[in-house]
């Protein structure tokens, strides 16, 4: 099993561009989250879901779209990108157990620049 | 509103015990969650407590206090390997509030 793919794993961008990050799971899992994570700080969920078809809001999600038309696919799109969107950016994805989502596996991350 | 609140850093020796804590206010709470992340890396889990209590997995426990808002993540025998940011997280219904990590150096 691969776990949790993201693509790509660099890129640079100029202000104003666009851009899709991808992320895949081949664990069956039913919840993804996207995070960013910037220099010496937490992580900050930006949108997730909890199922194919589904998604919402997380605690910073202006300047972002996502979409979950797969159940192993969670897409991340910057629709016009800004410096302030330089980041880490961290796909991750969990199962639910007796209501508990319990543990989260993360893939290895998309390092973002915009200039 | 959401908080969590941890050490930003902690120094300690090889073989050493050392305790990272976590204060937290969120609107909801499933559980509590600890996560490894090595520089350049990405979060691993670690533990995680839906009760109050103390788990333990192997050199590592986790202890929450529902009550008290708190946890704290106990690292025995510590490694070189172990030097590493620890971020708590909250689990509020279907999404997480990561703490703003504690960064642990261990020295020889």
């Known amino acids: 099993n691969a776990g949790v793919t993201q693509t790509p794993k660099f890129r640079v961008l100029k202000t104003g561009q666009s851009m899709t990050l991808l992320c895949a799971q081949d664990m069956n899992h039913e919840y993804m989250y996207w995070y960013r994570q910037d220099p010496g700080m937490g992580l900050r969920l930006i949108h997730y879901s909890v199922g194919e078809g589904t998604t919402a809001k997380g605690e910073v999600p202006d300047g972002y779209n996502v979409s979950r038309l797969k159940k192993q696919n969670f897409l991340l799109g910057l629709e016009s990108a800004a410096p302030s969107q330089t980041s880490v950016y961290f796909c991750?994805?969990?199962?639910?157990?007796?209501?508990?989502?319990?543990?989260?596996?993360f893939g290895p991350g998309t390092r973002l620049t915009v200039t | 509103g959401q908080s969590l609140e941890q050490p930003s850093e902690v120094t300690a020796v090889e073989g050493a015990i050392v305790q990272i804590n976590c204060t937290y206010q969120t609107s909801g709470f499933y559980g509590l969650s600890w996560y490894q992340q090595h520089d350049g890396g990405a979060p691993t889990f670690l533990s995680y407590n839906a009760l109050d209590g103390l788990e333990e997995t192997g050199r590592f426990s986790s202890f929450l206090s529902r009550s008290d808002s708190y946890g704290y993540l106990l690292l025995q025998e510590l490694q070189m390997k172990d030097s590493a940011s620890y971020f708590c997280a909250v689990e509020e219904g279907q999404n997480f509030v990561f703490g703003p990590g504690t960064r642990l150096s261990v020295l020889p």
């Open positions: 991750a994805s969990s199962y639910s157990t007796s209501g508990n989502t319990y543990e989260q596996y």
